[in-house]
């Protein structure tokens, strides 16, 4: 019955992960890569439709809605991160420098980039036309069906 639904879903799972893959470059959020190769989508039948489900690494949510202070983040992230950057650390090292980079989020926190929400308004007319056109098509064949 949804048929035509599944592929505009299918063209807007593939349009959000564009879109977020540019937001990330765009706002140099890209290290190892990844977080960009984690980027993918599935559609999934539901009791009553279908849903879009954006699946992606874990971090996604801290690089989007950022990270309020308070608790001291684990540095083995941080230095495998210094390390894909190519941070230049001195003779401090890099168990020094992820300590302080650790207490700076502890005491500052990360700030939010909305990645998700950016690139999801950015392709928000074209989801709308093709989730208005696929209802259109899925509900007229579903009337002639009726009808025959």
């Known amino acids: 019955m949804n ?14 992960i ?27 039948e539901v009791v009553d439709g279908l849903t879009l489900e954006l699946l992606a690494a874990s971090y996604l949510d801290v690089v989007d809605k950022g990270r309020r202070p308070g608790k001291m983040p684990p540095t083995k992230a941080i230095e495998s991160w210094i390390k894909v950057r190519g941070i230049n650390v001195g003779k ?7 300590f302080a980079i650790a207490t700076s989020i502890k005491h500052n926190g990360i700030k939010a980039t909305n990645i998700k929400q950016n690139a999801i308004n950015n392709i928000m007319t074209r989801m709308q036309q093709l989730l208005q056109k696929a209802a259109v098509e899925d509900i007229e064949k579903e009337i002639n069906i009726i009808l025959k």
């Not at 048929?3 to 959000?16: P, R, S, T, Y």
């Not at 401090?92 to 992820?98: C, E, L, N, V």
């Open 18 to 44: 564009s879109e977020i893959s540019k937001q990330l470059i765009s706002m140099n959020k890209v290290a190892s890569g990844n977080l960009l190769n984690s980027l993918d989508y599935k559609v999934i």
């Open 92 to 98: 401090k090292g890099i168990k020094s420098t992820a």
């Open 3 to 16: 048929e035509q639904l599944n592929k505009a879903l299918n063209v807007i799972g593939k349009d959000l």
